[in-house]
T-cell receptor
Framework: NAGVTQTPKFRVLKTGQSMTLLCAQDMNHEYMYWYRQDPGMGLRLIHYSVGEGTTAKGEVPDGYNVSRLKKQNFLLGLESAAPSQTSVYFC?????????????FGPGTRLTVL | AQSVTQLGSHVSVSEGALVLLRCNYSSSVPPYLFWYVQYPNQGLQLLLKYTSAATLVKGINGFEAEFKKSETSFHLTKPSAHMSDAAEYFCAVSEDAGGTSYGKLTFGQGTILTVHP
């Protein structure tokens, strides 16, 4: 049981390049989330998904797109990277059943945009 | 709308001293409150959570937190700090407004805890 995994762990992009971050969970969780972490700002929700084939915007969605074609995977895409997207990205997942359930986090992807 | 404020971006204590990390929240409905810990270059790990049962919540590694509705606070404490407690700590709030919040968390800014020998 690997929990939540993220690929890649590190990435350096040039301005304007595109990339996709992959999040995978093996806990059969319905809900999945993408956050970005910036110094002094905590974690902010980018997009989330409440089930296969569904996605919704979070607090800071601009410049990002997501897809959830399979229940276990949640992809975060940057179509044209900007230096402001330099950050650490975390994926999380949670069961749907109870509001009290916990979000489980992946190890993060550190992205630098030059 | 929900929000969280963590008072003090950095807290420094001596080994063996009391740890107190402050968290105040704002929520339009009864909240669910969480404390997460992040060790360097790692993801977030749940320390403890308040889910409207007991107001004093005990978590892992000797940490506990008390929900005080009148003060809208959920401060994290540990009686005796250990070197291994050095990390960044995040308070978070979630609402369950009829099940439509989808478990979304709003995080505080984080508090970096330093423990001196």
């Amino acid at each position: 049981n690997a929990g939540v995994t993220q690929t890649p762990k590190f990435r350096v992009l040039k301005t304007g390049q595109s990339m996709t971050l992959l999040c995978a969970q093996d806990m059969n969780h319905e809900y999945m989330y993408w956050y970005r972490q910036d110094p002094g700002m905590g974690l902010r929700l980018i997009h989330y998904s409440v089930g296969e084939g569904t996605t919704a915007k979070g607090e800071v969605p601009d410049g990002y797109n997501v897809s959830r074609l399979k229940k276990q995977n949640f992809l975060l895409g940057l179509e044209s990277a900007a230096p402001s997207q330099t950050s650490v990205y975390f994926c999380a997942s949670r069961r749907r059943d109870r509001a009290t359930d916990t979000q489980y986090f992946g190890p993060g992807t550190r992205l630098t945009v030059l | 709308a929900q929000s969280v404020t963590q008072l003090g971006s950095h807290v420094s204590v001596s080994e063996g001293a009391l740890v107190l990390l402050r968290c105040n929240y704002s929520s339009s409905v009864p909240p669910y409150l969480f404390w997460y810990v992040q060790y360097p270059n790692q993801g977030l790990q749940l320390l403890l959570k308040y889910t409207s049962a007991a107001t004093l919540v005990k978590g892992i590694n000797g940490f506990e937190a008390e929900f005080k509705k009148s003060e809208t606070s959920f401060h994290l404490t540990k009686p005796s700090a250990h070197m291994s407690d050095a990390a960044e700590y995040f308070c978070a709030v979630s609402e369950d407004a009829g099940g439509t919040s989808y478990g979304k968390l709003t995080f505080g800014q984080g508090t970096i805890l330093t423990v001196h020998p």
